[in-house]
């Protein structure tokens, strides 16, 4: 009956030290997610920035253009 015991105490173990790994794996992924979003916001507000800054083109919308004369 130990020898069960101590079986079960060892494969319980390796359970806990397999769960531990992956829980650090997540980690890092998520880590590593939280980065690529952090970047990504930036560059969206760098884009939305420019794009505020950018001068409206005297091109008139095609709701605004006048029809030509054949219509």
């Known amino acids: 009956m130990s020898h069960s015991l101590e079986e079960e105490i060892h494969q319980l173990q ?5 769960q531990e790994d992956t829980i650090e794996q997540l ?5 590593s997610q939280q980065k690529q979003l952090d970047a990504l916001t930036f560059q969206m ?6 794009l ?4 409206p083109s005297n091109i008139a919308r095609p ?5 030509p004369p054949h219509y």
């Open 14 to 18: 390796m359970k806990v030290a397999f």
């Open 27 to 31: 980690n890092e992924a998520l880590s």
């Open 45 to 50: 507000r760098h884009v939305v920035d420019k």
């Open 52 to 55: 505020k800054q950018v001068q």
């Open 63 to 67: 709701d605004e253009e006048t029809p």
